[in-house]
T-cell receptor, first 110, second 114 residues
């Protein structure tokens, strides 16, 4: 039972354009959401988060949007850069643990 | 430097031979956790610990043991490894309870069980 889903295993975007990564969740008890970025041979690193009391959080080129009624969140990267090529995991939390999605491999084309 | 360390980084072993993967953090974090990453399945939690001497099962605990005798260390023990435990393992820690805090991850341990 996958409670956090990333339906796009991969995504390719031209450098300079917007990258949009999507994530859906099923458990309405989740109230904290995060995005992690992972390069090969490294552990995931935290990128940005959002609490369920907000619908948007911005940090530089990265913006996370949360639509609670649709149980959907998205990560926007503008403008996309070659260094953004990585696997992105969304995660949803509540109390004791985080539940991770399956990941989306983002490739930025120069 | 604030970090989570894991050892070994790579390990090839045979079925049934007990092994331990160590994890240590130097950030005085209360919460520690183990995950495994498998293709198409993302990161799945194995065990977590809210504090010293407090551990609990995650989503895929079968075949694993953990202990938390000291705040900084959280070893993962495979008493009798099997090929289905071949995976990439990550240890993580966070300041407080894991669902509301950024978790810091170690570099990973790639385990192959023959």
């Amino acid at each position: 039972d996958q409670q956090v889903k990333q339906n796009s295993p991969s995504l390719s975007v031209q450098e300079g354009r917007i990258s949009i990564l999507n994530c859906d969740y099923t458990n309405s008890m989740f109230d904290y959401f995060l995005w992690y970025k992972k390069y090969p041979a490294e552990g995931p690193t935290f990128l940005i988060s959002i609490s369920s009391i907000k619908d948007k959080n911005e940090d530089g080129r990265f913006t996370v949007f949360l639509n609670k009624s649709a149980k959907h969140l998205s990560l926007h990267i503008v403008p996309s850069q070659p260094g953004d090529s990585a696997v992105y995991f969304c995660a949803a939390g509540g109390n004791e643990k985080l539940t991770f999605g399956t990941g989306t491999r983002l490739t930025i084309i120069p | 430097e604030a970090q989570v360390t894991q050892n070994p980084r790579y390990l090839i072993t045979v079925t049934g031979k007990k092994l331990t993967v160590t994890c240590s953090q130097n950030m005085n974090h209360e919460y520690m956790s183990w995950y495994r990453q498998d293709p198409g399945l993302g990161l799945r939690q194995i065990y977590y610990s809210m504090n010293v001497e407090v551990t609990d099962k995650g989503d895929v605990p079968e075949g694993y043991k953990v202990s938390r005798k000291e705040k900084r260390n959280f070893p993962l023990i495979l008493e009798s490894p099997s090929p289905n435990q071949t995976s990439l393992y990550f240890c993580a820690s966070s300041l407080f309870q894991g669902g509301y805090n950024e978790q810091f991850f170690g570099p990973g341990t790639r385990l192959t069980v023959l």
